[in-house]
């Protein structure tokens, strides 16, 4: 489930990344270098660095980019309904991502 997790915060940070400018057709060079292009206040630029390091592995990349948010936030729900506060978080939180990290 942890893998699930990841997987859905991923995704997040992926829809996040698109709507603060980072296209989606653009090869992922560097962090820094997609950093660049993104429109991120500059005291979060560390935290958006290493969330970008995160997805450098192309494979993770790929399934966040191909993975339904709702559909696995609601997976996730289903089988463990005691995790109701923190996919609420994570669902609360990846939504606003673009505001939070544009400042």
């Known amino acids: 489930m942890e893998a699930e997790l990841d997987g859905l915060c991923a995704a997040y940070f992926l829809q996040g990344c698109k ?38 592995d192309g494979a993770a990349r790929r399934r966040a980019r191909t993975l339904n948010i709702t559909a696995a936030w609601r997976s996730l729900l289903s089988r463990q309904p005691s995790l109701v506060a923190e996919l609420t978080l994570i669902e609360r939180m990846g939504r606003n991502l673009p505001c939070s990290f544009a400042g």
């Open 19 to 56: 709507a603060l400018g980072r296209e989606a057709g653009r090869p992922w060079v560097t962090p820094d270098a997609s950093l660049q292009r993104m429109s991120v206040a500059p005291e979060l630029a560390p935290l958006v660095r290493r969330l970008l390091t995160c997805l450098q």
